[in-house]
C-alpha cells in the first residue's frame, strides 16, 4: 500500500512539475546524504562516546548510500534523460505510453527507494539505541526536514489562510 501511495506521489509530482523542473531521479529513489556535525548539533549531542556512536553510525550509513548511488548511476542518468525528454510533451502521451513509463519507473525506483529505507531503518535503530528519547526526537526531527527537501518545491502541499489560523488556534478568536 505505501508503495503505491509513493508511486501515486512520484507521477503527480512527474507530471506537475513537468514543464518546470527536471527530474531527478536520485531524489525521487530517497538519496541524500546527512551532514555529521549538523547531526550532532541538532540533535544536541554532547557526550563524547555518543557523539562518536552518531557519528560511526551516520558515516556507515552515507557510505551505504554512495555505493547504492554509484552501482545505480548509470541507470539514474537513463532515467532522467528519458523522463525529462518525454516530459516536453507528456500531453500528447498515450495511456499504454504512460504505464509503460510508469512501470520503468517502478523497476528502476522501486528496489533502489527499498534498500535506502533498509539502511535508514537500521540507522534509526542503532541512534536509538545510543541516545537518549529527547535527542532521538531531534533526530527524527532532523531525518523527517531532510527528507521534505528531496520533494520539488511546486508538488508540496501549502495550507490555505483557514488551515493556518485553525493552526495556531486563532480560529473564532476576537480582537
Known sequence: MKKIFLLLVLFQTF??????????????????????KEVVNKSKIKKDNIKL?????????????????????????????????????ASTLSEDQRMNLRSKIEEIIVPIRDSVVKYEKTLNDKLEQSLS????????????????????????????NQQMMNRRGQRNRRY
Do not use: H, M
Not at 507530471?15 to 555529521?36: E, P
Not at 560511526?56 to 525529462?84: M, Q, V
Not at 531531534?138 to 508538488?155: G, S, V
Open 15 to 36: 507530471f506537475l512539475t513537468a514543464q518546470s523542473a527536471s527530474f531527478n531521479a536520485s531524489d525521487a529513489s530517497g538519496i541524500f546524504y546527512y551532514n555529521v
Open 53 to 89: 556512536i552518531t557519528t560511526n553510525a551516520i558515516r556507515k550509513y552515507n557510505d551505504k548510500i554512495k555505493e547504492i548511488s554509484f552501482l545505480n548511476s548509470f541507470k539514474f542518468k537513463e532515467l532522467e534523460t528519458l523522463i525529462n525528454g518525454v516530459s516536453k510533451d
Open 133 to 160: 528519547e529527547k535527542q532521538n526526537r531531534k533526530w527524527l526531527k532532523y531525518q523527517k526536514q531532510q527528507k521534505r527537501k528531496l520533494i520539488p518545491e511546486d508538488t508540496r502541499q501549502r495550507p490555505n
